[in-house]
């Protein structure tokens, strides 16, 4: 079952926070975060595993409430550069697919 | 350089005409996938495989189908594409925690 990001759409003047959301209906094994910029393909941000591990980039942070099965990424001091659609991806317990959402667009302005 | 490719990149078809979307990739990952991408559905997954010969249903994996012989390959058949097959498919490939696209197969039927 696909998860569900909000907000559908950012948009932001450079130096502003954004945070995405992200939750699921199931249990979580993993929760990634992905970024797609407009013609190219997506790309890995971030991991967050049951139990508190994350590997990611440095400049990015994300949490994972595991109680809730839900996750935020959070963008701070918002730079051009960050415009694009963030996808998360979900892992269940019991599966080994990887589930994305529909996607939240970024719009950041000068 | 480690990378995931696709070929080809766009292709024009018609109903009916059997196609194959190769990908290659050259990480030696065991796990691979496909997915489709339409807007506002986000990256759908149609197949996955955790090995060689093993593969399994994701999503969406009526009208195609995939073999994976070889840990590098995983190509995508379309034995009789529809119109409701056009879209952008994605090849990917990953370790336990980060996952790799390729750059993606624009695919519009007639």
């Known amino acids: 079952q696909q998860p569900v990001q909000s907000p559908q759409a950012v948009i932001l003047r450079e130096g502003e926070d954004a945070v995405i959301n992200c939750s699921s209906s199931?249990?979580?094994?993993?929760v990634h975060w992905y970024r797609q910029k407009h013609g190219e393909a997506p790309v890995f941000l971030m991991i967050?595993?049951?139990?508190?591990e994350q590997k990611g980039h440095d400049k990015i942070s994300a949490s994972f409430n595991e109680k809730k099965q839900q996750s935020s990424l959070y963008l701070t001091a918002s730079q051009l550069s960050y415009s694009g659609t963030y996808f998360c991806?979900?892992?269940?317990?019991?599966?080994?697919?990887?589930?994305f959402g529909t996607g939240t667009r970024l719009q950041v302005f000068p | 350089e480690a990378q995931v490719t696709q070929n080809p990149r766009y292709l024009i078809t018609v109903t009916g005409k059997k196609l194959t979307v190769t990908c290659s990739q050259n990480?030696?990952?065991?796990?691979m996938s496909w997915y489709r991408q339409d807007p506002g559905l986000g990256l759908r997954q149609i197949y996955y495989?955790?090995?060689?010969?093993?593969?399994d249903k994701g999503d969406v994996p009526e009208g195609y189908k995939v073999s994976r012989k070889e840990k590098r390959n995983f190509p995508l058949i379309l034995e009789s594409p529809s119109p409701n097959q056009t879209s952008l498919y994605f090849c990917?490939?990953?370790?336990?925690?980060?996952?790799?696209f390729g750059p993606g197969t624009r695919l519009t039927v007639t």
């Open positions: 990480m030696n990952h065991e796990y």
């Open positions: 495989s955790m090995n060689v010969e093993v593969t």
């Open positions: 199931k249990a979580l094994y993993s």
């Open positions: 991806g979900t892992e269940q317990q019991d599966t080994d697919k990887l589930i």
């Open positions: 967050l595993l049951k139990g508190g």
């Open positions: 990917a490939s990953r370790t336990a925690y980060e996952q790799y």
